[in-house]
């Protein structure tokens, strides 16, 4: 059974919970906007479902509403920033702001994090640093106590799902690429187990290291993993999954002794294509190219060429319009997390 709600009555929930939590209003809507839009796009491993998780984490005091982000290292360019454990959606909306102010400047730009929280969908930020007609490149990497993906090879966990994304400007909606470097998400794996089904063959193995499809073989004990992105060529998967734990992790200055001080270490890039061929010349060419790949006739079981992020913007007109689906457990843990915190809901 799934439970309907509109978007409207998700983003009162989520404020209300996070201010609860002792959030500034400016804070509470950063994270139920984030949140909100992840579940209307359809990406529920990601939205609302993280509420439970995120009320935990300030009750035992990993997250800290309030905590100011500080730079502590910067050139015209670059910035390496303390997100001071705030919520990641907190701390990653003001990156995005330094990153879009050293772009318009030097035309490149990277800022880096440490310290800080779950930052929910990567894609959001990289789509909000295309929305200002810049083309973005964002990583993210977790901490050692998460990592959950094994090696390619391997049958303990090395790494975390460690996401990359990018966004690219059209005269429409940004092309949005959002994708696990491992065959599937850890919260995409939550859906699975709560709503009791078993999850595709290739995504995860036992703590032996063998083929599962039981959610319950990864999350254990013992504890299994996730495989890392590419099957049978899954090393390539790995590959990319290490290149975000350096540009989320190493670039940064964070070791895996830094374990505890950190869930996320968030790494984003602007291009200013002002630099290069001029910002409304390059969407026109964006417009182009979008416009010759999707002429490409289908193959068969196909009945269109779907540009990175089009499904998730369609998605998300259909869910305004006729609600956001959630399953009878996680709303479940939603209500009762919101008690905590003294909410009814």
Same mark, same amino acid.
């Given at each position: ?16 919970? %996070? ?8 804070? &509470? +809507? ?8 992840? $579940? ?8 609302? %479902? ?63 994090? !440490? ?22 490149? &964002? ?15 391997? !049958? ?9 994304? =990018?966004?690219?400007?059209?005269? *429409? ?14 919260? !995409?794996?939550?859906?699975? *187990? ?17 083929? $599962? ?17 590419? &099957?049978?060529?899954?090393? *390539? ?13 190493? #670039? ?16 984003? %890039? +602007? %291009?200013?294509?002002? &630099?290069? =061929? ?10 182009? #190219? ?20 089009? #499904? ?9 319009? $006729? ?21 009814? #809901?």
């Amino acid at each position: 059974m799934m439970v309907l709600k509109t978007s409207e009555e998700l983003y009162q929930m989520a404020v209300e919970v %996070i201010t609860a939590c002792g959030a500034t209003p400016e804070e &509470a +809507a950063f994270v139920a906007d984030e949140l909100v839009e992840t $579940s209307l796009m359809g990406i529920d491993s990601h939205g609302v %479902i993280r509420i439970p998780q995120y009320v935990n984490q300030v009750l035992n005091g990993s997250i800290r509403p309030g905590a100011a982000l500080t730079i502590i290292r910067e050139t015209s360019s670059t910035a390496v920033v303390d997100c001071g454990l705030n919520f990641g959606a907190v701390s990653a909306n003001k990156m995005v702001d330094i990153l879009l102010q050293k772009a318009e400047q030097s035309n490149i730009a990277c800022v880096v994090s !440490r310290r800080s929280h779950h930052v929910g969908r990567l894609g959001a930020y990289a789509q909000k640093i295309a929305g200002h007609q810049m083309v973005a490149l &964002a990583a993210v990497n977790g901490a050692k106590s998460e990592h959950c993906v094994a090696p390619w090879g391997g !049958r303990e966990g090395r790494l975390c799902t460690n996401p990359f994304a =990018y966004a690219v400007p059209t005269s *429409k909606d940004p092309l949005v690429f959002d994708m696990s470097t491992s065959m599937i998400a850890e919260g !995409r794996l939550r859906i699975y *187990k709560n709503q009791g089904e078993s999850v595709p063959l290739g995504r995860i193995q036992d703590a032996e290291g063998n083929p $599962s499809t039981n959610p319950m073989d990864f999350y254990g004990p013992p504890a299994g993993t996730l495989l890392p992105f590419g &099957a049978e060529f899954g090393y *390539k998967g790995f590959g990319l999954g290490l290149l975000v734990e350096i540009l989320g992790g190493v #670039l940064a200055g964070v070791s895996l002794s830094d374990d505890a001080d950190y869930v996320n270490g968030l790494c984003l %890039i +602007a %291009i200013n294509p002002d &630099a290069f =061929y001029g910002k409304e010349s390059f969407v026109k060419e964006m417009d182009q #190219l979008s416009e010759y790949m999707t002429s490409c006739p289908t193959a068969p079981g196909f009945d269109q060429i779907t540009l990175p992020g089009a #499904l998730d913007f369609q998605r998300k007109e259909q869910r305004l319009r $006729s609600g956001v689906p959630i399953d009878e457990v996680t709303w479940e843990t939603i209500v009762q997390a919101a008690k905590k915190v003294g909410c009814s #809901l």
